[in-house]
Nanobody, 119 residues
Framework: QVQLVESGGGLVQAGGSLRLSCAAS????????FGWFRQAPGKVREFVSR????????VYADSVKGRFTSFSDNVKNTVYLQMNNLKPEDTAVYYC????????????WGQGTQVTVSL
């Protein structure tokens, strides 16, 4: 059974950094893509980034481009989201998700981790 466990969220001042982790288990993820999404209070969930398990292909939302970086560690079975120069508008619950490459869907989701950026 696929399981995704996020960690690394917290409270940080604007301009600071956080690194989120998504530990994946339950299968081989060779042909899978991992996505990061976030949902702020009262807003719809939005796409942040996605990365193939191999780490060779990454995509970012315009709002985070140049500040956030996704990368993977296949030995640790973990995907990361490095977030730099954080802004108050980045405050949200961040979710990791995964699905087969090419399907356009994410079949498995983590429980989420809260990121709060203060002024």
């Amino acid at each position: 059974q696929v399981q995704l466990v996020e960690s690394g969220g917290g409270l940080v001042q604007a301009g600071g950094s956080l690194r989120l982790s998504c530990a994946a288990s339950g299968r081989t993820f060779t042909n899978y893509v991992f996505g990061w999404f976030r949902q702020a209070p009262g807003k719809v969930r939005e796409f942040v980034s996605r990365i193939t398990w191999s780490g060779t292909n990454t995509v970012y939302a315009d709002s985070v481009k140049g500040r956030f970086t996704s990368f993977s560690d296949n030995v640790k079975n973990t995907v990361y989201l490095q977030m730099n120069n954080l802004k108050p508008e980045d405050t949200a619950v961040y979710y990791c998700a995964t699905g087969r490459i090419g399907t356009g869907t994410y079949d498995y989701w983590g429980q989420g981790t809260q990121v709060t950026v203060s002024l």
